[in-house]
């Protein structure tokens, strides 16, 4: 029994798991085969032993083993729902990624825009630049054409103020007052009426138009009116004169401008007033009047209507013819006469012909290119019968 308590020591002695199976020595010949049979049950039982320990220790480290096994699963699973919130959120970075990529050229293409509205913003700067320097500059020549015009224009009205006085004092030197003018005027031999007012009157104006008496006819229409009572008055004051003057004046040789169309035949001169003392009144008169009656007979009366532009040396004269006969005046074809430093432009066309008590009116372009003495002249024909020249100057 010592013996194999002996053994149950060394049994208990070795370590856990260990699969050295102790020895057991006999003890004594005689008993042999008792001990032998219970040595066997007892190494029987120490195997049990033995193998429930290696069991238990099987189980712990299994049990060990599953729970590393289990926190490897829960590790794993962790791990790969980490890695799936990782593939999240790379997805969402991904698509921030793209718009912001979408963003970029959306901006690089703006920018590219904004580049060139900033080129073409600079050109068209360049270019007002250049414009606007040019215009400064025509501002500037503007500037000293309008300061160079208002020197003129100051010189002029200082010379039509000078040209006024003169004026005033030729016509007080030559004639008087302008009331004494119009008064020896109307005083002087007078064989067919007023001589120095419209023989159409003063009230009766065509009854096609509503214009004064002062807005003359400016159209062949209006020239040569249907109305046979209707006529316009052409001159408000007394006295333009007019004369017969030779064609050899002094400076340059004259030039004719014809007006009209109709044929030149011989015929005996009519009768007029030249050298009269109320022809010598209107021609003294005429240095300051600007419209009056520059001849009359029994059956013509003409009239003028001037205006000039101080110190220019242009103006316009509108010559009226009035035909105070019952009857027409047909082939009427007016000539003027003047020389080179004065020129007579026509602005429009005469009618051949004048009714009975009618008016037509000539519109005369007067350019003087130098001071002259030369007086320019005027011839009228129609029906075979030529007025002679009479002269005047146009004031």
């Not at 003890?27 to 033995?50: I, K, T, Y």
């Not at 010379?159 to 005027?185: D, H, I, P, Y």
């Not at 333009?240 to 005996?268: C, H, I, R, Y």
Request: hydrophobic residues 35%.
């Amino acid at each position: 029994m010592f013996g194999i308590f002996a053994d149950k020591a060394q049994l208990e002695d070795l370590p856990a798991g260990s699969s050295k199976t102790p020895v057991v020595e006999p003890q004594g010949g005689d008993n042999e085969n008792v001990g032998g049979e219970s040595s066997a049950a007892e190494q029987l039982a120490v195997e049990r032993h033995l193998a429930a320990i290696e069991l238990s220790d099987a189980k712990a480290e299994i049990e060990e083993l599953k729970k590393q096994l289990s926190d490897s699963v829960a590790a794993h699973q962790s791990s790969l729902s980490q890695l799936s919130d990782a593939r999240n959120q790379l997805d969402e970075t991904m698509s921030q990624v793209a718009k912001l990529e979408g963003q970029v050229n959306s901006l690089k293409s703006q920018n590219k825009g904004l580049t060139t509205d900033l080129s073409n913003a600079k050109d068209m700067w360049m270019k007002e630049s250049t414009r606007a320097s040019k215009l400064q500059d025509e501002l500037n020549t503007r500037d000293d054409q309008i300061a160079e015009d208002s020197r003129r224009l100051a010189e002029m009205a200082a010379t039509n103020e000078a040209l006024q006085r003169e004026n005033a004092q030729l016509k007080k030197l030559f004639e008087g007052s302008e009331q004494e003018v119009a008064a020896r005027a109307r005083a002087a031999d007078n064989n067919f009426g007023r001589m120095n007012e419209s023989y159409f009157g003063d009230a009766r104006v065509p009854p096609t138009s509503s214009r004064t008496p002062a807005a003359m006819a400016s159209s062949l229409e209006d020239m040569v009116a249907p109305q046979t009572d209707g006529f316009i008055r052409p001159l408000t004051t007394a006295t333009t004169a007019f004369t017969s003057a030779p064609l050899g004046t002094a400076g340059s040789p004259m030039k004719t401008t014809n007006l009209g169309s109709a044929g030149v035949s011989g015929g005996a001169l009519l009768p007029h007033n030249v050298g009269t003392p109320a022809t010598v009144e209107r021609f003294r008169a005429l240095i300051g009047a600007q419209e009056g009656v520059l001849y009359e007979d029994e059956i013509l009366q003409i009239g003028l209507q001037s205006s000039y532009t101080c110190g220019m040396g242009e103006g316009q004269v509108s010559i009226y013819f009035g035909n105070k006969s019952s009857g027409a005046l047909d082939g009427f074809t007016v000539e003027l006469i003047s020389g080179d430093d004065i020129t007579l432009t026509p602005t429009e066309a005469v009618p051949t012909a004048i009714r009975a008590k009618q008016q037509i009116r000539l519109t005369v372009k007067a350019v003087c290119t130098k001071p002259t003495q030369q007086i320019p002249m005027m011839s009228v024909l129609w029906g075979g019968a030529v007025l002679e020249y009479i002269s005047g100057s146009l004031n």
